[in-house]
């Protein structure tokens, strides 16, 4: 931590950096820390939005809170930090992590040096001065040895062009960009559009305000209980003094979680055996079910299919209308291939006499929005207010809108038109000191994000370090490695279930999108991409290459 606040010019008067960082949520936050404080690099931060946070800045929907326990989803790169930061519950809501990463700005001191209300538009390699351009929708050119993307993996809405969107005489609101002052459904007709995690969080509350509440499904969604509450001060004791033990363990498992899969097949258990493990899942809530399940649940379709009917059962005993119940019920995918949603009372919701199901598979899909409502299934349903909770052109979305363009002008959206290419999900051939935090090919929504986070922070900080030490002006992925990784990453997960969901993961969200794998799904998970990505280090980065120092190349500041 920098002992006294910073005094420096305001960021904005400087044009020249060493390093520029765009977005200030989680990932940017720690990599402006780490360059500016550890390596005292001169590097700044655009950010779009006018306050810290990212993810939790624009997701202000009701219910928002994480699905991860708080006591992991933190930084834990700093052990004064993780003890005298006191969570509320076991998943904290949206504006409690908002006020945990403002604490963090401020314990840090980061402000003085992220330019807020600047959004990235464009980001231009030269060859000859090896240096980055990155201009903003407010007209900032700046120049930098590096670029840092932090932008997220889900942070580019997915908007879906409905026949007459326009036309709606109520007000509509995608949940990730949400009025900060919040939205009133006292004695409203509320639409909400979508099934998904955040849907998942929004309709039970929606529908305790609302006077009507439809929900338009077009997939259902397998559900867990999130079983929130106050953590046992006891608890919450033990971790602290054991934070240690906890960090080592969650950078070494497979998904960032203290989770590991049963070391069994489903398959060689009892009925009894089987349904006792999954009560006790159940009754954990979270994420246990999804990622600490039998070891087969990702690989055999029958095994799947057993540990899916547990879910099935649970939706028909708290339906009440069986009807109802059926359409609620996932039947065209393997159970854990799309993310799980947590839920508070998300199925109890149907029960209640003002919400109402329209499921596109059975009622009819949505054809159009009209000035008054929604049209499905040729019946138009009356709203004041849509809800539109579609999610995100997830992974790759946040990182084409950057306007990339690299070596010779080549151009990174155009190049990733049919899918990613990335060595590591970190770097990509063709676009020097480039890096992206959490980019597509690494584990980055397959895990406790923070964990990647911090992963893939301190990696790029000591490559920039190395590249210091070493007076090395650029580094660069090679096609082949970038080739071998994109391979790699195809070969895990075509061994699992993963591919057979029309999932965020696989791109199948967005019209158009071409369908492929997004995340790294390694075969040892979060432990062993960090390994990976170590080993590549210690090899001398192998798979890059890097450029000496020239005369017209502007060293890295220290
Ligand atoms: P999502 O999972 O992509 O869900 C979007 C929903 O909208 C799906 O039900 C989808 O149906 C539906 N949809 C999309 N386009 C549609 C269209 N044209 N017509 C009708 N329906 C359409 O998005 P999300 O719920 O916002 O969640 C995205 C991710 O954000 C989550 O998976 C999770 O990783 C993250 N998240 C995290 C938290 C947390 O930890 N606190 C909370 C919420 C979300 P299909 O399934 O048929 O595509």
């Known amino acids: 931590m920098t002992s006294a606040k910073r005094s420096s010019p305001a960021a904005a008067t400087k044009t020249n950096f060493d390093a520029i960082i765009i977005g200030a949520g989680f990932s940017g936050m720690y990599m402006l820390h780490s360059l500016r404080d550890k390596l005292d690099l001169n590097a700044t931060v655009f950010e779009a939005g006018d306050g810290v946070g990212g993810t939790w800045y624009w ?35 949206q504006d409690e992590i908002l006020r945990y990463l403002e604490h963090c700005a401020e314990r840090f001191d980061l402000k003085p040096d992220i330019q807020f209300g600047k959004r990235v538009v464009e980001a231009t390699f030269d060859d000859q001065t090896q240096l980055w351009t990155v201009r903003t929708d407010k007209g900032d050119v700046a120049t930098a040895r590096f670029v840092i993307t932090a932008v997220g993996a889900l942070s580019t809405a997915n908007i879906p062009q409905f026949k007459g969107f326009n036309s709606f005489k109520g007000k509509c609101y995608h949940t990730s960009q949400w009025p900060h002052d919040g939205v009133d459904f006292t004695a409203k007709r509320v639409g909400v559009i979508g099934t998904g995690a955040t849907a998942v969080q929004a309709i039970p509350e929606i529908a305790q305000q609302a006077k009507h509440l439809t929900v338009f499904q077009r997939t259902p969604a397998f559900c867990v209980p999130a079983r929130n509450g106050n953590v046992d001060p006891e608890v919450t004791k033990a971790r602290k003094a054991d934070y240690d033990g906890i960090r080592q363990r969650i950078k070494d498992s497979f998904f960032g979680f203290e989770l590991n899969f049963m070391p069994k097949s489903v398959l060689e258990t009892t009925p009894e055996e089987r349904e006792q493990e999954f009560d006790r899942m159940w009754d954990t809530g979270g994420f ?70 329209v499921d596109a598979n059975t009622d009819g899909a949505i054809e159009e929005i009209t000035p008054n409502g929604i049209r499905a299934g040729s019946k138009e349903y009356p709203l004041d207010i849509i809800v539109v909770a579609t999610g995100f052109d997830a992974l790759t979305g946040p990182v084409k809108q950057l306007g990339i363009k690299g070596r010779g002008g080549r151009v990174l959206a155009e190049e990733w038109a049919e899918g990613p290419q990335t060595y590591l999900g970190v770097a990509v051939a063709g676009y020097p000191n480039l890096f992206m935090i959490t980019g597509p090919q690494s584990p980055s929504v397959l895990s406790n994000m923070p964990v990647s986070i911090e992963q893939h922070v301190e990696w790029i900080s000591e490559c920039i370090a190395h590249m210091r030490r070493s007076k090395l002006a650029a580094i660069e992925a090679t096609s082949q490695a970038q080739e071998a990784w994109g391979a790699h990453v195809a070969e895990v997960v075509n061994a699992t279930l993963m591919t057979g969901a029309n999932s965020w993961y696989m791109g199948a969200n967005i019209e158009g999108k071409v369908r492929r794998f997004l995340p790294y799904l390694g075969p040892e998970g979060v432990g062993g991409y960090r390994r990976k990505c170590a080993e590549v280090a210690e090899k001398g980065y192998e798979g890059f290459v890097f450029t000496a120092h020239d005369q017209t190349a502007r060293p890295i500041a220290a």
Do not use: H
Request: charged fraction near 25%; hydrophobic fraction near 30%.
């Open 59 to 93: 997701n202000r929907y009701p219910g928002a809170r994480c699905d991860s326990d708080s006591y992991v989803y933190c930084y834990t790169f700093d052990k004064n930090l993780l003890q005298e930061w006191n969570w509320s519950e076991r998943y904290p809501e």
């Open 288 to 357: 246990s079910f999804w990622l600490a399940n039998y070891q087969d649940m990702f690989f055999s379709k029958e095994a799947n299919d057993v540990i899916a009917d547990y879910l099935k059962r649970k939706i028909r005993s708290t339906v009440n209308d069986p009807v109802v119940a059926g359409k609620l019920t996932p039947t065209n995918y393997p159970y854990g291939t799309k993310r799980q949603p947590l839920d508070t009372n998300y199925f109890e919701t149907f029960n209640k006499k003002n919400v109402e199901l």
